[in-house]
């Protein structure tokens, strides 16, 4: 996605305030708790799957480095689940960076994005009766909708906010050279 950066503003300057980058990405603070400095606990809109509705709960941590800043899941909870119905075994792994890429020059920079998603689990004996393969076109299916929709709230939120910030800057300059 393009991104502008007028002259004294910088996309990394924004990223090193990673509460406001946060409430960006997630703006409904009704669903959030800030656990630390660069933890906060999610709860995240419900998911269907099949029949079940799971409503997840995660850990989202965003560290800094070198104009990067890097989001990882580091804790996470399904809830909503009968007992018959929870995963034997389950594994969410989500990993993610967000930077300013500048290698077509500082007129031509673009917000890039990386996200990974994985989950491993052992199904309960009753979703066992599924086919693998409807079982798998389901679970990419649910996967592919949650990281589209994660991108779109992303990209939108976090460019909304970064002019809203490049705004703020530009007036804080102004009021500082008025004085």
Do not use: N
């Not at 920079?109 to 689990?121: A, P, Q």
């Not at 703020?168 to 102004?174: D, L, R, T």
Request: proline letters at 6%; one cysteine or more; aromatic letters at 8%.
């Amino acid at each position: 996605m393009p991104l502008y950066e007028p002259p004294g503003v910088s996309f990394d300057e924004y990223l090193l305030d990673r509460a406001r980058v946060f409430r960006a990405m997630f703006p409904d603070e009704s669903r959030s708790q800030r656990l630390s400095d660069e933890e906060w606990r999610v709860q995240m809109l419900p998911l269907q799957f099949l029949l079940l509705t799971v409503h997840p709960v995660v850990v989202m941590q965003l560290r800094h480095r070198d104009g990067v800043l890097d989001l990882r899941i580091t804790e996470w909870e399904l809830r909503g689940l009968e007992r018959g119905y929870a995963p034997a075994s389950f594994d969410l792994g989500v990993r993610g960076s967000l930077y300013a890429d500048r290698s077509r020059g500082r007129r031509a920079c673009r917000l890039r994005g990386h996200l990974k998603i994985s989950i491993t689990c052992v199904l309960p004996p009753p979703m066992r009766l599924v086919p693998k393969d409807v079982m798998r076109g389901v679970a990419e299916s649910v996967l592919q909708r949650l990281a589209e929709k994660m991108k779109r709230d992303v990209d939108v939120g976090l460019i909304a906010d970064f002019q809203k910030f490049r705004r703020e800057k530009a007036a804080a300059a102004a009021a500082t050279a008025e004085s």
